[in-house]
């Protein structure tokens, strides 16, 4: 019987059970490639359950459409072996088959249980992941809580302290995430989700301070976890733009965003630049790379929450020859199975929130006033944290302000 760093046993040789564990030490700390970590076990190893199961899960949470070949083999891997696997792993491949069929909700919920009933680390880590991809901030917060209780003292606790950081920040529950993000940033100062869980609050609490003390003054080299680096720029940028520090906010678009080579990554930079005008600054010729690198992104239309950052990018640049090929592309196939959780999302809040944003970019607030009535409150299927998703608010204020001074 072989159990990994966290306690779990798993089906698979020690070679595989030691990839398992290198990659979750290169995922909690966001250096490496836990996907490539796990490589050669998936491949070759075919009593390993867990591993096709990290893959696919990880393939598809990052924007890879769900019919994707790569997606489809390791799906197809962790199906073919759970024959011979244990209850709980089989528990696991059911959740990854919801997943991958768009069902993100039912997934996570699936695998919230599983790290309830008892410890399981992947389990909590994927229900997390999960739920802030489809915007579940209070199943999140009760899965959260569940697992905390039920992982206790082991090893490993403060890395479920910091999921459990941000998921009471997303519901305002700021005192709580602080003095937990602390807790476990002060057991492993490498843990940059804490980190990132703290950037949030103070965010949230517009606590600029405590964030440039957290980030700036930080003797810890966060900017080399590459995995979530620039995203936490994002996070100082958008509290300089908030002091007023325009330079320093340019700076950060300049220097530490352009490199940035997955869809995510350029979220945040699309996402700087969008806030930065609706702040009243010029960002300059800075679209034009941003829709050159959108144009790129071969991830078309598998996650509402990469549409809606193609869609400004495209609406500031609505001649760029993308913005025709992105519109145009067909989610047939990508979104999962016919009425799952992710096709409705694309249907509901996806496609029209897309359409609102380019009126707002022609010049026509009212149209993106009128859009968001008929979204209501279903924004936030749009996934991603409160702090991001608080660009469709942002965007809403300047388009009353245009309104009321057309009026006048």
Same mark, same amino acid.
């Given at each position: 019987?072989?159990?990994?760093?966290?306690?779990?046993?798993?089906?698979?040789?020690?070679?595989?059970?030691?990839?398992?564990?290198?990659?979750?030490?290169?995922? $909690?700390?966001?250096?490496?490639?836990?996907?490539?970590?796990?490589?050669?076990?998936?491949?070759?190893?075919?009593?390993?359950? *867990?591993?096709?199961? #990290?893959?696919?899960?990880?393939?598809?949470?990052? +924007? !890879?459409?769900?019919?994707?070949?790569?997606?489809?083999?390791?799906?197809?891997?962790?199906?073919?072996?759970?024959?011979?696997?244990?209850?709980?792993?089989?528990?696991?491949?059911? &959740?990854? /088959?919801?997943?991958?069929?768009?069902?993100?909700?039912?997934?996570?919920?699936?695998?919230?249980?599983?790290?309830?009933?008892?410890?399981? #680390? &992947?389990?909590?880590?994927?229900?997390?992941?999960?739920?802030?991809?489809?915007?579940?901030?209070?199943?999140?917060?009760?899965?959260?809580?569940?697992?905390?209780? !039920?992982?206790?003292?082991?090893?490993? %606790?403060?890395?479920?302290?910091?999921?459990?950081? #941000?998921?009471?920040?997303?519901?305002?529950?700021?005192?709580?995430?602080?003095?937990?993000?602390?807790?476990?940033?002060?057991?492993? @100062?490498?843990?940059?989700?804490?980190?990132?869980?703290?950037?949030?609050?103070? /965010?949230?609490?517009?606590?600029? @301070?405590?964030?440039?003390?957290? =980030?700036?003054?930080?003797?810890?080299?966060?900017?080399?976890?590459?995995?979530?680096?620039?995203?936490?720029?994002?996070?100082?940028?958008?509290?300089?733009?908030?002091?007023?520090?325009?330079?320093?906010?340019?700076?950060?678009?300049?220097?530490? *965003?352009?490199?940035?080579?997955?869809?995510?990554?350029?979220?945040?930079?699309?996402?700087?630049?969008?806030?930065?005008?609706?702040?009243?600054?010029?960002?300059?010729?800075?679209?034009?790379?941003?829709?050159?690198?959108?144009?790129?992104?071969?991830?078309?239309?598998?996650?509402?929450?990469?549409?809606?950052?193609?869609? *400004?990018?495209? %609406?500031?640049?609505?001649?760029? @020859? +993308?913005?025709?090929?992105?519109?145009?592309?067909?989610?047939?196939?990508?979104?999962?199975?016919? +009425?799952?959780?992710? $096709?409705?999302?694309?249907?509901?809040?996806?496609?029209?929130?897309?359409?609102?944003?380019?009126?707002?970019?022609?010049?026509? @607030?009212?149209? #993106? =006033?009128?859009?968001?009535?008929?979204?209501?409150?279903?924004?936030?299927? $749009?996934?991603?944290?409160?702090?991001?998703?608080?660009?469709?608010? =942002?965007?809403?204020?300047?388009?009353?302000?245009?309104?009321?001074?057309?009026?006048?």
């Amino acid at each position: 019987m072989l159990v990994d760093k966290w306690g779990q046993v798993l089906a698979g040789s020690q070679a595989s059970i030691d990839a398992w564990d290198r990659a979750w030490g290169n995922f $909690v700390h966001f250096v490496g490639d836990p996907i490539a970590d796990l490589a050669e076990a998936n491949a070759h190893d075919n009593s390993f359950v *867990m591993g096709p199961v #990290f893959v696919a899960a990880y393939l598809v949470l990052g +924007g !890879t459409p769900l019919n994707n070949a790569l997606v489809h083999q390791d799906r197809q891997r962790a199906l073919d072996r759970s024959h011979r696997a244990s209850q709980r792993e089989q528990g696991h491949v059911h &959740a990854l /088959e919801a997943l991958c069929n768009g069902d993100f909700s039912e997934a996570a919920d699936q695998w919230a249980r599983l790290a309830a009933q008892q410890p399981d #680390f &992947a389990a909590t880590r994927f229900a997390h992941d999960v739920y802030l991809h489809a915007g579940g901030a209070q199943a999140s917060l009760a899965a959260s809580l569940a697992a905390t209780e !039920t992982w206790g003292d082991k090893a490993g %606790a403060s890395y479920l302290a910091g999921q459990l950081a #941000f998921a009471l920040e997303e519901v305002g529950r700021y005192a709580d995430a602080e003095s937990l993000g602390r807790e476990a940033l002060n057991a492993d @100062p490498a843990d940059l989700w804490a980190r990132h869980a703290l950037a949030h609050v103070y /965010e949230s609490t517009s606590n600029s @301070p405590a964030l440039y003390a957290l =980030l700036e003054e930080s003797e810890h080299p966060w900017p080399n976890q590459d995995g979530l680096a620039t995203h936490v720029w994002w996070h100082l940028a958008l509290r300089r733009l908030a002091d007023g520090h325009i330079d320093a906010v340019l700076a950060i678009a300049d220097e530490r *965003m352009p490199s940035a080579t997955t869809a995510f990554r350029l979220c945040d930079q699309t996402s700087l630049l969008w806030r930065t005008e609706l702040a009243g600054h010029s960002v300059g010729n800075r679209w034009d790379d941003v829709a050159d690198r959108w144009a790129e992104i071969g991830n078309r239309h598998t996650s509402a929450f990469l549409d809606m950052h193609a869609a *400004m990018a495209f %609406a500031r640049r609505p001649k760029h @020859p +993308g913005a025709a090929e992105w519109a145009q592309a067909a989610p047939v196939g990508t979104a999962g199975a016919v +009425g799952s959780e992710n $096709v409705e999302t694309m249907a509901l809040v996806s496609r029209p929130l897309g359409r609102a944003l380019r009126r707002y970019a022609d010049g026509d @607030p009212q149209a #993106f =006033l009128d859009s968001m009535v008929a979204l209501g409150e279903h924004t936030h299927r $749009v996934g991603g944290s409160v702090a991001q998703r608080d660009i469709i608010e =942002l965007t809403r204020q300047a388009s009353q302000s245009q309104v009321a001074v057309e009026v006048e």
